[in-house]
């Protein structure tokens, strides 16, 4: 492959339509056609720059098309999209609900299978991808099957899927690319395989040149090998152009490992401001940010499962499962804490620090022996489960 753009000149190509479209789309009489377009340019320019309120302007134009007549599958459908990345999955299901012919459509089941793995219904999540795989063996349905491959614990399937979604991909689909080298990457990264992990992330890098999100999970990798001092400094790179609350934490919880309270405290105050304003706003998109927050940095277990409760109330699958067993166990609700992290663990999830969590629930119940069992397969999963990492 050949680059053929980078971050920077893909973001101007945006702004550029952007500023094209943006006053026609908002004259009256509107021209569907416009603001359709405009209010996809703004999720794409939300998407690429990881702002969330981009994303909800995005939604308020498009809800406005809607009240005003502009109606159709692709709108429909982007406005299920939108919801289903700011994690509300119920507005999303209805969003997809709301025309009849998106029903057939292989993009609307794809996302429909989505919405399945994210509340929890894994089964009916497989064979959604599976049939949509069947139908199109594009490389984001591909990797969506990987995906769900790796978190339920086939890695080799997870693998493959992921390298023949590569090799669907053109010369002209960098960021894509690059998004998929980040998933191979995480996967090793969560069974310890670090060296590999930065082989992915670094061809990333070369094929999507300056884009945050790369550079964000070498700062992580970085952290999580021990380079705590150069992971800050990318950090605070990072959050002065994405100011996202979750990097300000991981900023926080680096300098904290550096020794550095006073700074550290500077950049959690920043992100729980943030984490709360969004919730202030009616947003959902943090709950689970603020439930990792009050239980990892403020140890406060009440805080942290009123947040993990709304956060399971919108979609419950194993990481939220997870959550809450974790925020109760900080809250000493111990059995309470054991019932909801069985419940992660039923689905088939395979991961080593929800294993050791597990681990930490049963030694608090005085139950060793089963402790000592899901702390040895959380080990054996992963060696470094207790590095340093990211909430995502």
């Not at 000149?9 to 603001?35: H, I, N, Y």
């Not at 089964?123 to 139908?135: D, F, I, N, T």
């Not at 990797?143 to 080799?156: N, V």
């Not at 894509?176 to 670090?194: D, I, K, M, P, Y």
Request: charged share 30%; hydrophobic share 45%.
């Amino acid at each position: 492959m050949v680059a053929s753009a980078d971050f920077k000149s893909e973001l101007q190509r945006l702004d550029e339509e952007l500023a094209e479209v943006r006053d026609r789309a908002m004259a009256a009489p509107p021209d569907g056609e416009v603001v359709i377009r405009f209010a996809h340019r703004l999720y794409q320019r939300g998407s690429l720059t990881g702002d969330l309120q981009e994303l909800e302007r995005a939604e308020r134009v498009l809800d406005g098309a809607i009240y005003q007549g502009i109606a159709g599958p692709d709108v429909w459908f982007l406005k299920a999209s939108l919801a289903f990345n700011l994690h509300r999955i119920s507005d999303a299901r209805m969003a997809l609900a709301a025309d009849s012919n998106l029903a057939g459509s292989v993009q609307a089941r794809a996302l429909m299978a989505d919405l399945d793995f994210e509340e929890g219904k894994y089964k009916e999540a497989q064979l959604g991808y599976e049939h949509v795989v069947e139908q199109d063996r594009s490389w984001d349905n591909l990797a969506r099957l990987a995906h769900a491959e790796a978190k339920l614990g086939d890695d080799a399937a997870a693998e493959k899927l992921f390298v023949e979604a590569e090799e669907e991909l053109t010369a002209k689909q960098m960021r894509a690319f690059a998004w998929v080298e980040l998933q191979r990457g995480l996967l090793h990264l969560s069974r310890g395989r670090h060296e590999y992990a930065r082989v992915h992330y670094e061809r990333a890098d070369r094929a999507y040149p300056g884009y945050w999100l790369v550079c964000e999970h070498i700062a992580e990798l970085t952290g999580a090998e021990g380079g705590y001092a150069d992971a800050a400094t990318m950090y605070e790179e990072i959050v002065e152009t994405v100011p996202r609350p979750e990097f300000q934490q991981a900023l926080g919880e680096l300098l904290l490992l550096m020794g550095e309270s006073e700074k550290a405290e500077w950049f959690f105050v920043k992100a729980v401001t943030a984490y709360l304003e969004s919730a202030r706003r009616g947003c959902v998109h943090y709950y689970h940010h603020l439930a990792d927050f009050f239980a990892d940095v403020r140890e406060d277990g009440e805080e942290a499962v009123k947040w993990a409760r709304r956060d399971l109330g919108l979609r419950e699958n194993f990481s939220t499962q997870a959550a809450l067993a974790w925020a109760l166990y900080r809250d000493g609700r111990f059995e309470e804490a054991w019932a909801s992290i069985s419940k992660s663990i039923a689905s088939g999830v395979k991961d080593a620090r929800i294993f050791s969590r597990a681990a930490s629930i049963l030694l608090a119940l005085d139950k060793r022996d089963e402790g000592d069992k899901y702390l040895e397969m959380a080990v054996a999963l992963n060696p470094r489960f207790q590095s340093f990492h990211v909430h995502r």
